[in-house]
């Protein structure tokens, strides 16, 4: 599968923005999807996760009540609905997804073979 992510940009503290992951090539419904996010001169790290049909989802302590995540396997689509933002979510997003499910290794990124490119978010204080 390939994805697609975008919708990043620049926002103010406080704002909302919403990422979309767009995939083809492969059946969007069998995969799981997450997110992940990398700051400047910090390690990829896990933001979310959505089960194959949206029946479960897992968050960051850091951004729980603020995040939601979704999909729409119809347009094979997920999302990132970024509300609250601190400049602190500041960083290059990524979708990421994998067939199997783990919930051990679903916080690490080592453990999704298919990646998108990365959309920017920058949150202004």
């Known amino acids: 599968v390939q994805l697609q992510a975008s919708g990043g940009g620049l926002v103010q503290a406080g704002g909302s923005l919403s990422l979309s992951c767009a995939a083809s090539?492969?059946?969007?419904?069998?995969?799981?999807v997450a997110w992940f996010r990398q700051a400047p001169g910090k390690e990829r790290e896990f933001v979310s996760l959505?089960?194959?049909?949206?029946?479960?989802?897992y968050y960051a302590d850091s951004v729980k009540g603020r995040f939601t995540i979704s999909r729409d396997n119809a347009k094979n689509v997920a999302y990132l609905q970024m509300d609250s933002l601190k400049p602190e979510d500041t960083a290059v997003y990524y979708c990421?997804?994998?067939?199997?499910?783990?919930?051990?290794?679903?916080?690490?990124?080592?453990?999704?073979?298919?990646w998108g490119q990365g959309t920017l978010v920058t949150v202004s204080s």
């Open positions: 990421a997804a994998r067939l199997t499910y783990d919930r051990a290794t679903m916080r690490s990124a080592t453990n999704y073979p298919y």
């Open positions: 090539g492969g059946t969007f419904s069998t995969y799981r």
């Open positions: 959505i089960s194959t049909h949206a029946d479960n989802t």
